[in-house]
């Protein structure tokens, strides 16, 4: 296919509905690195939860006002009266910044439903470079502390724009990545799940930030792999900090978008003509035309796609259907390694099928259970 | 992956319902469990905003925190809740005992009963741990008045919640692991941390005592586990409502309590005025979360209990008898563990597990399957027994007797010679070691040298037989309290009395939300 | 002195500036009346006057919700976001009709280098304009600032008038809580306060101060209304 990867892109969507990829949406390709779905629709911006809806398997997405607002209400907390207690925490770890420069990206362009987003959103990622590479200059009057800075990071032929909560930096030190979480750490741990989601998060900025300094000539070890999360301590509200090195995280990011196929090749697969223009189909064909998109990019499903992606649920009932093993979870699907079916696999057990050579394995342990079922009276 | 587990996955899959991955019961029922339906606001995970608790599937007692952010209003349900279960422990703590004695001599008491929770799943069983803690911790600040009670109920869900981690304990169940123990699914562990969805698997019409509508229209009786499960999957069955409900209709019952109450956080008010989110949560979480506890509690009822769970049950009792004495005595639970204290934690638990194992397997033919398949167990049929074979000294004279059987299987084992293995039918006193193994095809001729109970009954000629590793031989000391008593909080040690700065209550970011 | 009456029951709000003269505070008195008490009176002062009172009270540039505290502060009344939000377009109107009507208007705070509003930011229209722009340094310096002004406010107030105290004790908490020493034991030390916020006042106000003048005076070239309410930032032009 002629045409830039943009354009293909943008010929793919076909006007169907887009939503910006922003750190979470990266974070998760490490979930599933090897779905192409997943990477070429993130990439060219199209909504997959308005593609489940119209596929019949709309998940349950949705964030609650509540969790919101405590989000929210910590977060503010945090940067009420120019970011005075995330200073204070910051100071009294020891990252001790003497005089406080703040940029306030976000209450300086603010995006609000009236104006243009996309002009904000690019003096805002304007300013941040500005004030990033000034900090990695060490100008003695640099901003210390970034609110909602900008970030744009390629990340396998397509743009993700990022926004993070906080870009700290003090003279003479690393520039830090600052997130404000309000998932409480309690007794000194917070939960493991919700700090390594985060971790990924970050790992997500501390890259992008890497790739701006190395392609404007500067040593990308100007930026920390150490994240700053700043959480409610215990019960209340109050404000506590945490550092989580995510080193291995960035690591991995890197290698993972870097063995996969660019997206470049992934689009190549599509045959010409084939898209979402879904104008002027019917239900039923609509259906059809999003199914066969999926198909030609092909699709990787594993239940741990429920948490992270709204086609799941259509990707599980395939599997299901198909019974194909990969829907019952990472274990069965190792277990039954060169069984392509859970048909083929029950058949095996039963002896009613000679296994080939890589299912051999697989094939004398379920025989074997049968057999004792047999001899047990079990079955 | 074990083998059984395996082979019934696919079965699950093919069929579409759940299978049987074991043939009794592996843990404790209470005839009257204390079950608790119970969800917290997402914005504050340290309280309840409501919860249906009870023994008494038809008579649950409904707790309602309206505005669970504001701290008055949400401790008059934990206190509730804090109320009901120290009196039930209480109840088992002041009822009869029995009396023994340790092999030192001196001697200690035991709970006759035990109080045991019923909850749907793991995520539960946090937001107790949670509860727990701050109701323990209340009050030190001296900014707000807690009753003791609040406190003992505090250290009571922390109890709780810690044996939960403790393998074979039945003192709380979260529904989902009891279930995943006894039955596979055609779906992931992760899926099956939802109640309903796994229930679906084992039958789609349960789903209709669960919830009317949920299914649909659709008939049950054809549905696949599958299909149930995605249907069920749109219940709330942890501690979260669905986010379309507070986002909707919940966000402005919250709303509209919070601006008529103006302030006031005195019971009455709270109870008159928040009826209306009491009835919505109901509605859109607790009824159906609390019918599917019961619905598990039967299906896990109607498998006969295995031989070994008593045992089991009694340690449990054991344990909630010596935290219950501590806690009624004024002492205090610590939040955070001593290294010794781990260390004498995994120990335990080490032990717990082993404990575990042994008892499922010898319980249990299913349990027994895997382990076969794997070749860690021999079973086959006897075809010889040599009684009169002995160990002989350095001179050839025969010192003592060791018998020789030898055991006829199918298929081969992974077992290196020496290995002791014991015999089922009298696995703490009838052991022996693999001497020989040949293959032959399929099958296989192990000769065993019988090292215990060398004089007493073996098998004979014919007889099917298992010889495995599991054995009660660590078992047969009676169980033995930890020296150390319970967590241990000096007088003088700081309470976290900085949690007690409680921030603002958010009835002012409330009363300007707009509700688009 | 700026003195606005609003009706007998109420008091008048000095201007901050004359803070020193302790007979002034004396005339500032809170009314700890809580909101649940009663419904809103037809007496109630206006919110935008309240708001400027708690503008006075802080002295300098200072959030939204910081400026509403110290309203409630002074005056025993909440003021909510969305009165906030409306307040911000009528302000405008009620200037574009008449400019001269009032004496102060609610403004937001500028930048520095475009003079675009700073959402979230309130300042008075009737402080200078070096007070009105923002730097870099500009609002930690003004925090500050308004931590300074606010602990002194206390510290008078725990001897003089214990209800005035009380009404304070809160706004006092929050800012204080983020300078070393500023709260001990769960409460406000206003002397320990204020010696923070001043020595790390001293390494900043200097260079901020300069910075906001130099500012200023590219902020007298625009027009009046900019002047007051900024320049959109849809219009701005390449720096």
Known sequence: MAGSLDQRLENLRAGFDTVRPNARTIAALRDNPGCASRRVLDAAGIDKAKLAERLGHEGQEGQSRFALQRGDRFEKDVKANAFAVAIDLLRRDGFDLDAVRLLLLRDLYPIDGTGDQDVMLAKRAEETRTAILDMARAKPDSYN??????????????????????????????????????????????????????????????????????????????????????????????????????????RTLRRLLAGQDSIDELVAKLPAGLDLDLDGLDEEQAKDRIAAVLKAIGTSYAPSCLESCALARYCRARAREAHDPRHLGVEVRGALAGVPTTERAARLAEGSARPRTEEKDTAKLLAGVHRVLVQEGLV | MDALDLYMTVQADLTGRAQPRREVRHLHLEAAPLAVAVVQMASEPFAIWGALVGTDRTSPTLMVAPEPRNADIAFLAMGEFGKLLGDLIDRAADGPREHLQRRDGSEYTRCKTAPQLLVTNRAAVSLLERLGRRMRTAGYGGRIEVPEHVNRAGAHLGFYAEMALRPGSSLIVPATEALKRHWVTGQSAFENDHLASQLAWHDPELLEQIDHGVLGGMDPVNLSGGAAAERAETLPMGVLTDPDDDNGDLLAAVMQFNAKRDGRTDRRTVRRLGRGIGDLLRERALDAM??????????????????????????????????????????????????????????????????????????????????????????????KVDREQFDLDKRGKPTKRRPRIVVQADGDFGLPLGTKLWWSERPSQTGALVEDLTVRGKRSRITLKVVAGVTGPLPEVGDQVMFSPYTREWHSQPYLPPDLPW?????????????????????????????T | MQWATVGQEYVVFPDCRSMQNTDVCARSVSYGRPMTDQPRQRRDPPIRERLLAGLEVLGAASEVRTVAEAAEACTGLYVNNRQVASLRRSERTSWDARPSARPAYLAPALHHRGFEPIRGYLTSSE???????????????????????????????????????????????????????????????????????????DLIEEEDQAQREEAAAKLE???????????????????
């Open chain 2, 290 to 383: 609390w019918a599917a506890l019961w619905v598990a509690y039967d299906r896990l009822a109607s498998l006969p209990e295995g031989e070994h769970v008593e045992d089991r049950w009694t340690s449990d009792r054991s344990q909630f008898t010596k935290h219950a004495d501590y806690v009624r005595g004024g002492g205090r639970m610590r939040s955070v563990d001593s290294a010794r204290r781990a260390a004498m934690l995994l120990a335990d638990w080490e032990d717990a597990q082993q404990e575990l194992e042994h008892g499922e397997f010898l319980d249990d033919r299913l349990a027994q399957v895997g382990e076969i398949v794997a070749g860690r167990a021999i079973c086959g049929t006897v075809t």
């Open chain 3, 127 to 201: 402080w200078d304009l070096p007070r009105r722009v923002v730097g870099p340094l500009s609002l930690r310096v003004d925090y500050l600032r308004a931590t300074t002004n606010v602990s002194r406010r206390l510290a008078w107030a725990r001897k003089q008038s214990p209800e005035t105290a009380n009404a304070f004790e809160r706004l006092a908490w929050r800012l204080a809580r983020s300078v070393p020493g500023g709260v001990r034991n769960g409460s406000v030390d206003p002397a320990a306060a204020i010696r923070a916020a001043q020595a790390e006042l």
């Open chain 1, 145 to 250: 502390l970034v609110d909602g800075g900008a970030l744009e990071w390629d990340f396998g032929g397509a743009i993700a724009r990022l926004e993070t909560d906080g870009i700290a930096w003090r003279f003479k030190d690393q520039i830090r990545v600052v997130e404000i979480k309000s998932f409480p750490l309690v007794d000194g741990r917070a939960d493991a799940g919700k700090v390594g989601a985060t971790a990924w998060q970050g790992a997500v900025y501390i890259a992008a930030i890497q790739d701006l300094l190395e392609a404007n000539g500067m040593s990308t070890d100007l930026v920390s792999t150490e994240l700053i999360l700043m959480l409610p301590r215990n019960t209340a509200l109050v404000p506590t900090m945490l550092k989580v090195d995510v080193l291995r995280h960035v």
């Open chain 3, 221 to 239: 070239q625009l027009d009046r209304r900019e002047q007051v309410f900024g320049v959109d930032p849809q219009s701005r032009k390449a720096a």
């Open chain 2, 487 to 515: 967590t241990h909080v000096s007088a003088d040690e700081p309470t976290d009395a900085g949690d007690l700065e409680e921030a603002k209550s958010l009835d002012e970011v409330l009363a300007s939300e707009a509700v």
